[in-house]
């Protein structure tokens, strides 16, 4: 069985999915290369991407960072966040990863889901 990554954002302010907030994938090299942007979706009506950032046969084990456009998503007004990055390890390739991220314009929470 193979992996996948998967991500959902949600607008705590306003108690539903975030839509239209810019991402970010990049992987990071363990032998010192600068990081690689490997792809950049946005966020639908749900607060998804439309498909997995990576599909099965494509997570591989190693050192990944999402970032995701919070002070572009939330635009004009009181701002206090501009990106948050999340980087994280893939230790089993044949495991699901899921990062949702809470954010609201002054703080955010994310975990591993299933």
């Known amino acids: ?22 991402i970010q994938l990049w992987v990071h090299s363990s032998l010192g290369k600068p ?9 639908n009506a749900d607060g998804r991407v439309d498909a997995p950032l990576l599909g099965r046969g494509e997570l591989h084990i190693g050192e990944y960072e999402l970032i ?3 002070g572009g998503y939330f635009g004009g ?15 089993d ?14 703080g955010y929470s994310t975990y591993r889901g299933s």
């Open 68 to 70: 995701f456009d919070v």
């Open 35 to 43: 990081p690689q942007l490997i792809k950049e979706v946005q966020t």
């Open 1 to 22: 069985m193979m992996g996948q990554l998967t991500t959902h954002v949600l607008d705590m302010s306003q108690g539903k999915p975030a839509v239209g907030m810019n």
């Open 77 to 91: 007004g009181i701002r206090f966040l501009t990106l948050v990055p999340v980087r994280f390890l893939v230790e």
């Open 93 to 106: 390739s044949s495991s699901n990863y899921h990062i949702p991220l809470l954010v609201s314009p002054g």
